[in-house]
Structures are given as C-alpha cells and as structure tokens.
C-alpha cells in the first residue's frame, strides 16, 4: 500500500505542474498577440526608415564629388574594435530561445577574435547577462529590464553610447543579435550589421524614386535618419525579441502540458496495476487462511 501512495502522490504532483504550465500557456498566448501586432506595426516603419536611409546615402554617393563624408557609410575591411549588441529574455523556461542567441555571440566572438578584432558585447536580458558573468567575460553594458517591457526610450538608452562610440572611432563595426519572431510556432536568429550601412547593392534610380529631396537638404536629412535608423531599428529589435519570447514559452509550456498529461496517464496506469496486485494478493491471503483452517 505504501507503493499505491507514492503513485497517488506523484500523479497529483504532476496533476499541479500540468495546470501550471497550461496557465503559463494561456498567459503567453495573451501576451503574445497583443506583442505580434506591435511588432508587425515596428517592423514596416524600421524597413521605412532602412529604405529611405540606403536611398539617400545611395544618391549622395551617386551625384555628389567626393560622396557622403560621413563614417557610418564608410566600409572598413579589418575592424579593429567590434561591439555587439544582443538581447535574451530575463525569465527562462521558454525552449532553446536564450541559448540559440548566445550561441551566435559565441561564434561571432571566436570569429572577430581570430581576426585580430577587439569584441565588446553590450548586453539586454538577464539570461545572456548571467551566461557571460559566468564565463567571466567583460560586459560594456548591461540592462535588466528592458527586454521584458521595451520602450523606445529605453531603446534610446541603450543605442547612444554604441552610436558615439563609432562615430568618435572608438569602435569600428556594430552588430545586432536577437532571436525573432517568425511566426506562432517558430522563432528566427537575426543578425543586423548596423554600422557600418551598406549601400553597395542599392541601385538609385531618380527616375522611379518616390523622393524629391533639395541636394543642399540630403546631408542634413541623412544625419537625422542616421540617428532615427539606430534608435527605431533597436527598438524593434527589442520588441521583435519580445514577440518571439512569449511565441516560445507558449510552445514550450504546451509541450510540457501534453509532456504531464503523458506522465499521469502512466501514472495511472501503473497505479492500476499496483492496486490490482495488492488486492489479488489479499485475496490469495484470505483463501490461503480458509484453507489452512479447514
């Protein structure tokens, strides 16, 4: 009977995980179509925003002696100083999702190393903060926080010291990590090479370009772009992030519903059988004493 009672008890342990994990779904789900929606809405303005920079920058190299001057255009073969800038999740249980980001700052750091390359990461989330500590590497930044509840100010925040950085050639080359939403159930590794911007497959064509822009203007609009393509590209980044988060949490906790509902249907069963065998054995009991007292 003993073994009956350890049966009855793991069954309403996991009884307990199992609503658990299906409340966790059902937060995640919630969650998720309202974080899908805004980063559809992010998504179409940062490629906006992407287009009209690579354009204009395209034009000015195009028609203007000499080209843009500005560094964030400026491509550079053998970087000497690399910050990359990766965001994970603050909270686990959401799948592989952390560790599929860290892997790729991990190979993007051997890779760079190999090449003689300085490699500064700046990290968001506190699950690739606590891997990195734990390694012992050095972190320039770190954000607990920001990747749970993105803001465009925190976005803001967080970009800054990258942007002067390059622009004052204290860092030659900017990277962004994160692991991003795809769709309901799949989650999609990017990685964006910020600065510096590459417009070498951009074909201006003015005869189809939408813009009309005064040639004494496109300096002046490109710096403000500049800063808004850092800004807005980061904070999609993290919203993208976000999205992709509660897609794989919500698919890690149905597994591990259907995983407990697997469990205590075997549970169950082995508790049958345990009962059958304690029963048959008091019966042979029983019949085994009636004989004796015959």
Do not use: W
Not at 228 to 244: G, H, Q, R, V
Not at 253 to 260: E, G, H
Request: some cysteine; glycine content about 4%.
């Amino acid at each position: 009977m003993a073994n009956l009672k350890d049966i009855k008890r793991k069954i309403k342990s996991v009884n307990n995980t199992k609503k658990t994990t299906r409340a966790m779904k059902l937060v995640s789900t919630a969650k998720l179509k309202r974080a899908e929606e805004v980063a559809k809405r992010s998504r179409e303005y940062a490629n906006k925003i992407n287009e009209m920079l690579s354009e204009i920058a395209s034009r000015i190299n195009k028609f203007k002696v000499g080209g843009t001057t500005s560094r964030f255009f400026e491509p550079i073969e053998n970087p000497k100083v690399v910050d990359i800038v990766f965001i994970t999740a603050d909270k686990g249980l959401c799948g592989g999702f952390n560790i599929q980001t860290i892997k790729r700052v991990n190979t993007l750091i051997d890779e760079f190393k190999q090449k003689g390359s300085k490699v500064r990461l700046r990290a968001v989330g506190r699950k690739g903060i606590d891997f990195f500590n734990f390694k012992g590497m050095e972190l320039y930044t770190k954000d607990i926080g920001v990747s749970s509840s993105p803001t465009y100010e925190k976005a803001q925040e967080i970009i800054l010291k990258v942007i002067e950085d390059f622009s004052t050639s204290q860092s030659d080359k900017i990277i962004l990590v994160h692991n991003g939403y795809k769709n309901m159930i799949t989650q999609e590794l990017r990685q964006v090479d910020l600065a510096p911007v590459d417009i070498s497959d951009i074909k201006s064509d003015d005869n189809e370009s939408m813009m009309e822009i005064e040639s004494e203007n496109e300096e002046k609009i490109l710096d403000e772009l500049i800063k808004k393509y850092f800004e807005y590209n980061m904070y999609y980044a993290l919203i993208d992030s976000l999205a992709a988060e509660h897609s794989a949490r919500m698919q890690a906790m149905d597994n591990a519903t259907k995983n407990a509902s697997q469990r205590v249907d075997e549970l169950t069963i082995l508790y049958n059988k345990a009962r059958q065998e304690a029963i048959t054995t008091e019966l042979i009991e029983i019949i085994s004493g009636m004989e004796a007292l015959k």
